[in-house]
């Protein structure tokens, strides 16, 4: 299983846009810079991880755990997080996702957002 810490400010997808001077849209320099930040640690964790292939080409399980404010939506930062996982060549596609838990924590005041995620394959798919 391939585990990723990061922390610092989060931003979902709904915070990617900003409208420049002539009505054009723009990516939010927070955005942008925490789509790259997630991306090499993501990177790194990848190159420490020397007893897995990637990127891993059958269906897989992601489990996330986000420390952010309490009133924060995080179903736009699940999206962005998958991005990141496909976008450092962990997983070939979003679609290989079959499960994916995400636990949500309410952080303290003051706190930096936090984000966990563990990529693991999965063998067997129950159907039900």
């Known amino acids: 299983m ?48 020397s007893h897995n292939r990637y990127p891993i080409d059958c269906p897989v399980r992601v489990h996330i755990e986000v420390w ?24 070939g596609n979003d679609k290989q996702v079959m499960q994916k838990i995400t636990i949500k924590h309410k952080k303290r005041r003051g706190e930096l957002d936090k984000i966990a995620v563990g990529v693991e394959r999965v063998y067997s798919v129950a159907t039900v």
């Open 2 to 49: 391939l585990r990723i810490m990061w922390s610092g400010k989060a931003y979902g997808k709904n915070q990617r846009l900003t409208k420049g001077k002539y009505g054009n849209l723009y990516l939010t320099d927070g955005y942008r810079q925490f789509k790259k930040d997630l991306s090499w640690q993501i990177i790194l964790a990848r190159c420490t991880d």
């Open 68 to 91: 952010v404010h309490g009133a924060r939506d995080i179903d736009s930062l699940e999206t962005v997080i998958l991005d990141c996982l496909q976008a450092s060549g962990i997983i």
